[in-house]
T-cell receptor
Framework: LAKTTQPISMDSYEGQEVNITCSHN???????ITWYQQFPSQGPRFIIQ???TKVTNEVASLFIPADRKSSTLSLPRVSLSDTAVYYC??????????FGKGTTLSVSS | GAVVSQHPSWVICKSGTSVKIECRSL??????MFWYRQFPKQSLMLMAT?????????EQGVEKDKFLINHASLTLSTLTVTSAHPEDSSFYIC????????????FGPGTRLTVT
């Protein structure tokens, strides 16, 4: 059973900011929150990881509220190449990640 | 970041034969590797957890005699699909964790298996 819940799909246009929210009500104290991106016929690619508050890297930001029961991945100014499936996962790194259905993001021009 | 490779990237085999898929961590040591299977338009499904030097732990419903996993070194895990059947055709993905103060798991590029 997946530990996370995300919207099945989202649509956006190029240049817009996209926010994908994930629920993980039963997150454990040792768990980190990690987001991956997957293109068809490729392995998942790491986007960003966080434990609490806000994390930002060159491609995305991750917002985590104090209770850590949810998180929001923010993709600034998406492009067509950001069309992919995005997975939110929680875990401590040493144990297997259980994938939910992910969010299919479609970016149009 | 750390790199995980898989070989082959795709393979076609005849029904009844066996095929081996390799997963390597190229620039780090991975005490634990994971094997997933992904069918078209579906999410990744965990098959087994592979620990170096010990027997793999299989998820419920995964036949351990059919999907043989060997983790002989800290950089190599192999998945052998024995007596393959067309329903075993899928995308097989491995991942490895570099648990040195970081909790990322790095995924391989996947192996497309087609059984005819």
């Amino acid at each position: 059973l997946a530990k996370t819940t995300q919207p099945i799909s989202m649509d956006s246009y190029e240049g817009q900011e996209v926010n994908i929210t994930c629920s993980h009500n039963n997150i454990a104290t040792n768990d980190y929150i990690t987001w991956y991106q997957q293109f068809p016929s490729q392995g998942p690619r790491f986007i960003i990881q966080g434990y609490k508050t806000k994390v930002t890297n060159e491609v995305a930001s991750l917002f985590i509220p104090a209770d850590r029961k949810s998180s929001t991945l923010s993709l600034p100014r998406v492009s067509l190449s950001d069309t992919a499936v995005y997975y939110c996962l929680v875990g401590d790194g040493g144990t297997a990640l259980i994938f939910g259905k992910g969010t299919t993001l479609s970016v149009s021009s | 970041g750390a790199v995980v490779s898989q070989h082959p990237s795709w393979v076609i085999c005849k029904s009844g034969t066996s095929v081996k898929i390799e997963c390597r961590s190229l620039d780090f040591q991975a005490t634990t590797m994971f094997w997933y299977r992904q069918f078209p338009k579906q999410s990744l499904m965990l098959m087994a957890t592979s620990n170096e030097g010990s027997k793999a732990t299989y998820e419920q419903g995964v036949e351990k005699d059919k999907f043989l996993i060997n983790h002989a070194s800290l950089t190599l895990s192999t998945l052998t699909v024995t007596s393959a059947h067309p329903e075993d055709s899928s995308f097989y993905i491995c991942s490895a964790s570099e648990n040195r103060g970081r909790f990322e798991q790095y995924f391989g590029p996947g192996t497309r298996l087609t059984v005819t």
